[in-house]
């Protein structure tokens, strides 16, 4: 079974930082890509940031410039360093892991419970 525990969610003013980690466990490929998602009341889910194991990223236009994703494959964990924090990041923001096999189920999926993030004077 794999699990996903993201911490480092909270309340911070505009303009400050915050970093978002995600520790991936249990038996899990060592080909895959790890990301953050984000949703904010009555938003559809998006994209944030993604990283695969060997190290490529994709960001959503709306972070570019500003967040930074990161990996530790030894350690299964994702990380997103967020800078310049607006309130339109205000959001619940979701880890995902995904792989691809060559079995059944094929495309497997997995994401986290959610960290609150808020972003308010």
């Known amino acids: 079974q794999v699990q996903l525990v993201e911490s480092g969610g909270g309340l911070v003013q505009p303009g400050g930082s915050l970093r978002l980690s995600c520790a991936a466990s249990?038996?899990?490929?060592?080909?895959?890509?790890m990301g953050w998602y984000r949703q904010a009341p009555g938003k559809q889910r998006e994209l944030v940031a993604t990283?695969?194991?060997?190290?490529?990223?994709t960001k959503g236009d709306s972070v570019k410039g500003r967040f930074t994703i990161s990996r530790d494959n030894a350690k299964n964990t994702v990380y997103l360093q967020m800078n310049s924090l607006k309130p339109e990041d205000t959001a619940v923001y979701y880890c995902r892991l995904r792989w691809y096999s060559g079995h059944y189920p094929y495309d497997y999926d997995y994401w986290g419970q959610g960290t609150q993030v808020t972003v308010s004077s």
């Open positions: 249990g038996s899990i490929s060592s080909s895959n890509a």
């Open positions: 990283i695969n194991s060997g190290g490529s990223t």
